[in-house]
């Protein structure tokens, strides 16, 4: 049967009620390990409804420390952590939500060289990033790690969000081939960002794990979901792969990973 | 028929025309983000993304399905019954150069 406590058969009910998750795909979600990269705004709440929703084995990538403009929408964190390990402050809230998880800490940079080790002990990828070099670093790793990602952005009013399983469906590079030139694209910090619409976003790339987990309905594959706050809207866009992709495509150009210099090596890539 | 209300709010280069088509050769029906739309400017995909009050530098454009290249955007034409996308890129990022 389900390796379920009491205590946890309860915490889940509302879950396990649904008829199409079930003890069975409770069992699933505590079996599952998911790699969540960056404890920002995406991260915060992809983070929190993991954790929430009972998957078993949750990893954090984040060597940013919360800072107070963090705060308006980095909702995993809370005042008293400014200052402190962003990971650690994501993974101490995720043990009091939910006690029956196991959280690891990566406090560090994903490079070239450190991707595919870590990648590699999880089942699934959330991006949460908010620079494009480790965007496409962790593009290019999942999809020759044929790994499944949960990719997304957010920017002001807007976030995109779109599920890739590694190497069988569109990737990020079949729709956006090549990151921005430098300085093209501002930040957040540059452009601001409206705090909820990374809580939206970042609980529809939850939503997408959650459904990968437990086999229940059709994930965001070979299609990109475009949200806009400003008008409360949806736009899908039909995203097949694409054959001239340099990643998946036919004529694959990039066959080992590359890391684009956006010129800032000494800032640390934070989350959105 | 047809011709209904100006699109202030951009730059009244549009007419949303309901599912009327254009009522003359003045006028491109296009399919923008999913809205079908009379288009009175320019007929290139710089023009669209302008009148639009979109920034070319965030923008990518598809027409069709297919992803064009941002250096091609002035030369690029629209035809009646385009189809047109705008995907951005979000991700923060870009952080500018020094
Ligand atoms: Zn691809």
Known sequence: MFNLSEEEILRYSRHIILSEVGGAGQQKLKDASVLVIGAGGLGSPALLYLAAAGVGHVGIVEDDI?????????IIHTTADVGRPKARSASETMKQINPHIEVDEHQQRLTKDNIFEIIDMYGIIVDGVDNFPTRYLVNDACVMKKKKLVEAGILRFMGLIMSISGAETACYRCVF??????????????????GAVAGVVGTLQATEVLKMITGVGKPLYNRLLQFDADE???HEVKAPRNPKCPVCGDNRTITELVEYDYTCESQAPSSP | MGETGINSEKTG????????PCPGPACLDLVVQGKKIHYHGTRNVL???ESQGENAVYANVR??????RRRDFENIALNDGDEVDFLYYMGGGARRQP
């Not at chain 2, 027409?63 to 064009?68: D, P, Q, Y």
Request: proline share 11%; with cysteine; net charge negative.
């Open chain 1, 66 to 74: 919360v800072d107070i403009t963090n705060l308006q929408r980095q």
């Open chain 1, 177 to 194: 081939e090549e990151p921005p030139p430098p300085g093209t694209v501002p930040t957040c910090a540059e452009a601001g960002v409206l």
């Open chain 1, 232 to 234: 409360l809207r949806f």
């Open chain 2, 13 to 20: 280069m549009l007419s949303s025309g309901k599912d009327a």
């Open chain 2, 47 to 49: 023009s669209l993304l």
């Open chain 2, 63 to 68: 027409i069709n399905g297919e992803v064009l």
